[in-house]
């Protein structure tokens, strides 16, 4: 069985949970170190020192922001209201963000804002005009299908008719059974 320095354990750590993190599995391919044994360097690491936790978490945030929960983007949108244009564009690199990743969340937050605190009305709330052409488009349904099975009564009923007295031609059949 191999033993590692602490120094080597700490700056493996540090390099999957530092800034430019690396995940266990490239570095164990790197250093030929077992990925489980990596991964478990983490996690004592981190249950000894709760920062590195939050380091990795707050750097994978950064690193991805579409891997941030609503309620993380939510935060950021509110703490990028409190600033000043000069500060803005110095928490966005803090933050690892697009100004148009920002205004996209900001947008998002405000429809759902707007939404919930819209009052719902009964019949109002069903007059969409999703909802609307559904009932337009349910309603000329049902009026040519009442025009089909009209026509299809007029054709029965002709040929019954036909049957009965002969085409319109002079020509007549004799009735059936007489």
Do not use: C
């Amino acid at each position: 069985m191999t033993t590692y320095t602490a120094g080597f354990k700490g700056r493996m750590v540090q390099r999957m949970a530092g800034r430019e993190a690396i995940s266990a599995n490239a570095l164990a391919q790197e250093v030929g170190v077992s990925q489980n044994t990596l991964s478990r360097w983490l996690r004592e690491a981190s249950a000894a020192a709760p920062t590195v936790a939050a380091m990795k978490k707050k750097h994978n945030a950064r690193k991805n922001p579409a891997r941030r929960t609503a309620e993380e983007k939510l935060e950021v949108v509110m703490k990028a209201a409190a600033l000043s244009d000069d500060e803005l564009g110095a928490f966005l690199r803090r933050e690892g963000l697009h100004e148009a990743q920002l205004e996209e969340w900001r947008s998002k937050a405000m429809e759902a804002a707007t939404g919930a605190l819209k009052a719902p009305h009964g019949k109002r709330s069903e007059q969409t005009p999703e909802r609307r052409k559904i009932r337009e488009l349910e309603r000329e349904l049902r009026r040519k299908n009442d025009a089909l099975a009209e026509a299809g009564a007029l054709l029965l009923l002709k040929k019954r008719f036909e049957e009965m007295w002969g085409d319109a031609d002079g020509e007549s059949t004799t009735r059936k059974g007489t």
